[in-house]
């Protein structure tokens, strides 16, 4: 079936503007996660839903940045008032169940954001 | 806080060669991954390590875990081109579902 999806695939704005990045998870699957890969680096933690419900948005940098995923399925991450050090590859996954230990972690293609 | 560090950061092995890559974790986990990612690519999951001793081979790749010594081995036996590529390892975070990634190790194999 089809994996995690991702739009746009690259992005360019410029410093100030607003960004949203659009995931869509494997169908059915219920956990949600998104990641930020800065160039030469492994990709950190920004946020995770169950669902609906998002459960932890301890990674997320500052209050620029702002996840939602209001029917449970597609998610969408947006970043307000875009600034250089925003330039990366945000990832999203997804998995099938949620609770604590549970199932892997399936990575969509990624959005490189570039600010300039 | 959860910490992982991989090493070596860089790897430039001759073809035909064996090598490890070494992954150490700072705090309790149960379940660790392995992941592939080529250039401009997303990641490609590998392995799933999910109990102390486990260890599990694909192709050329193996790896193991060591949950007492917060340690996971990614083998590499008999290198080939195709196996160049940058490769994380991630423990999930105890009591969460979030993974926390290694700094990955960048494998460049050559003839």
Redesign the interface.
Known sequence: GAGVSQSPRYKVAKRGQDVALRCDPISGHVSLFWYQQALGQGPEFLTYFQNEAQLDKSGLPSDRFFAERPEGSVSTLKIQRTQQEDSAVYLCASSQAGGVGSYEQYFGPGTRLTVT | ELKVEQNPLFLSMQEGKNYTIYCNYSTTS??L?W?RQDPG???E?LF?LLSNGAVKQEGRLMASLDTKARLSTLHITAAVHDLSATY?C?V?AY??????????TRLQVFP
């Not at chain 2, 009591?95 to 990955?104: A, V």
Request: glycine share 10%; net charge neutral.
């Open positions: 149960d379940r991954y992941y690519k997303s990641l999951s799933v994380f991630a999930e009591n969460t579902d979030k993974l926390i990634f290694g700094t990955g």
